[in-house]
Nanobody, 125 residues
Framework: QVQLVESGGGLVQPGGSLRLSCAAS????????IGWFRQAPGKEREGVSC????????RYADSVKGRFTISRNNTKSAVHLQMNNLTPEDTAVYYC??????????????????WGQGTQVTVSS
């Protein structure tokens, strides 16, 4: 059974940073397209960022461009989401997901087959 585990969430003040990690318990993420999504209370799930398996290309939602960076750590077979200059609007549960597709998208959640349980990010003073 595919299990994805997110970590790194927590409480941070506005302007602060967090780094989320996504790893799989039984296999390597190196050859999968990975997406990060988030869902705030009362809001729809939103695509945040993704990284493609084919060429390493990345995508970002407009709301996080210039503040968030997605990357692979091939040594540890993990994908990270570095989040800087956080605002209260970034408060949400963040999920990672994997897809067999070669190119990623933050607009197509249906592209992703397996999802983690999520990690809470709270930005508050």
């Amino acid at each position: 059974q595919v299990q994805l585990v997110e970590s790194g969430g927590g409480l941070v003040q506005p302007g602060g940073s967090l780094r989320l990690s996504c790893a799989a318990s039984e296999f390597s993420l190196d050859y999968y397209t990975i997406g990060w999504f988030r869902q705030a209370p009362g809001k729809e799930r939103e695509g945040v960022s993704c990284i493609s398996s084919s060429d390493g290309s990345t995508r970002y939602a407009d709301s996080v461009k210039g503040r968030f960076t997605i990357s692979r750590n091939n040594t540890k077979s993990a994908v990270h989401l570095q989040m800087n200059n956080l605002t209260p609007e970034d408060t949400a549960v963040y999920y990672c997901a994997i897809s067999p597709a070669r190119l990623c998208s933050v607009r197509l959640p249906s592209l992703y087959d397996y999802w983690g349980q999520g990690t809470q990010v709270t930005v508050s003073s």
